[in-house]
């Protein structure tokens, strides 16, 4: 290998390694080239359009002003003008009108969802299923009412029904009788519940009356709702509920969100939502 010329007969640079490495000077390959140019023409083209080059105190603008914040508001302001034809219509409407408006109270229904989710899942689960201890919305049992003014009034006065602990009044072998009537769902099918006062609150018949918020016993569906519903139902009528009595009461206890929590378009929302997920009558 004594032969050092090129036998490639392309220019190199001269230099010379182990007796016959050279090392050539050839153009990159064309394709590579086209790309390096277009590559910078592109950044280039960019820099002019969009703000892009770093300056002491600023930055260039580029020709066409945009800008990331522009565009999130110019989309915000869209989105506002898209709901300001619904807000606008809810602070004069009650929220009967707005659920007899099908157009008005779908859209409240979607943007009730967040305010639901916020004021009420905690205790009423996110879609109004309920927790122990907090009632269903989900369902067409009502305790104090389904119709739209009634759920509205829940929520902008808050409720506490109240049963008086009846554990004074009752020896065990009544209050187990009546926990057993009511289990079966006839509670009036023993004169106990006559002659201790039940019917006062839950009707003759035992199906409940609204304005006190006494739940229908004869419908299975539980207020207070436990894996031995039996055992839970004598625990109600011993200790009763809200009853300031019994330090063993349930609890319950309805906030009030009238007044500062919500502002009136708002609970009018959350009446309407509530309404559409129970279909109360
Ligand atoms: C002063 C009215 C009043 C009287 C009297 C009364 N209740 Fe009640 N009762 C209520 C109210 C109100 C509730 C529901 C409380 C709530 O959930 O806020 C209730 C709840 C109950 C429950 C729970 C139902 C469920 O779905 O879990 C049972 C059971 C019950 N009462 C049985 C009786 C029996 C039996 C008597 C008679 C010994 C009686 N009540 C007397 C008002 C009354
Ligand atoms: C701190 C827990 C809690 C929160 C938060 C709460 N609730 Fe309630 N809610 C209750 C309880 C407990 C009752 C049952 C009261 C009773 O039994 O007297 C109730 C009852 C109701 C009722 C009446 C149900 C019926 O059967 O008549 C409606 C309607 C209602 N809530 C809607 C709402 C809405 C809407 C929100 C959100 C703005 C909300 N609640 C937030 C605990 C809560």
């Known amino acids: 290998m004594s032969d050092k010329s090129n036998p490639y007969d392309a220019p190199d640079t001269g230099h010379v390694w182990d007796e016959s490495l050279r090392e050539l000077t050839n153009q990159p390959p064309k394709w590579w080239m086209l790309g390096f140019h277009v590559s910078w023409i592109l950044v280039l083209a960019y820099g002019l359009i969009y703000p892009m080059w770093p300056m002491v105190n600023t930055h260039t603008k580029g020709m066409t002003g945009w800008t990331s ?8 302001q869209a989105i506002e003008a898209k709901r300001a034809k619904y807000e606008d219509q809810l602070p004069g409407k009650s929220a009967a009108a707005i659920l007899a408006d099908d157009e008005l109270s779908n859209y409240v229904v979607r943007s009730a969802k967040v305010l639901f989710g916020d004021n009420c899942a905690a205790c009423h689960g996110t879609g109004g299923q309920g927790n122990p201890g907090f009632p269903v919305l989900a369902d067409d049992d009502w305790l104090f009412g389904g119709s739209i003014d009634k759920i509205e ?38 004169p106990l519940f006559q002659q201790k006062g039940c019917f006062a609150c ?80």
């Open 153 to 190: 009034e829940s929520i902008i006065n808050g409720r506490n029904g109240m049963m008086p602990a009846h554990g004074n009044q009752l020896s065990d072998t009544e209050a187990n009788e009546l926990a057993d009537a009511v289990a079966a769902g006839n509670p009036s099918s023993t």
């Open 69 to 76: 914040i522009k565009e999130y508001k110019e989309d915000l």
């Open 202 to 281: 839950h009707g003759m018949e035992g199906t409940g009356n609204p304005m006190l918020g006494a739940p229908d016993l004869t419908d299975s569906i539980w207020r207070f709702a436990a894996k031995d519903q039996r055992e839970s139902i004598k625990y109600t009528i011993v200790h009763g509920v809200n009853d300031p009595q019994d330090p063993q009461t349930r609890p319950a206890e309805m906030p009030k969100f009238g007044g500062t929590k919500l502002n009136d378009t708002d609970i009018k929302k959350l009446a309407v939502y509530v309404h559409k997920l129970g279909g109360g009558q």
